[in-house]
């Protein structure tokens, strides 16, 4: 038998917001500072995972608490 895995997966709110040039501007309430932007909906999301997924690992490389 093959080894058992564990995954946790954690999920944090983003709000997504208009921003008056275009595009749109992409924050999290759980990490004060973790902005983003995209010009298009689709191009925020990506990249709204992408900075999470970063300020995250910054925080674990920093041993600071989730």
Do not use: H, Q
């Amino acid at each position: 038998m093959g080894k058992k895995r564990k995954k946790t997966i954690l999920e944090y709110p983003a709000i997504f917001s208009k921003a008056k040039e275009g595009g749109y501007n992409v924050s999290f309430p759980d990490f004060s500072g973790c902005v983003t932007f995209g010009r298009t909906f689709e191009e925020a999301e990506g990249k709204a995972k992408e900075v999470l997924e970063l300020w995250i690992e910054e925080l674990v490389a920093n041993r600071a608490v989730i």
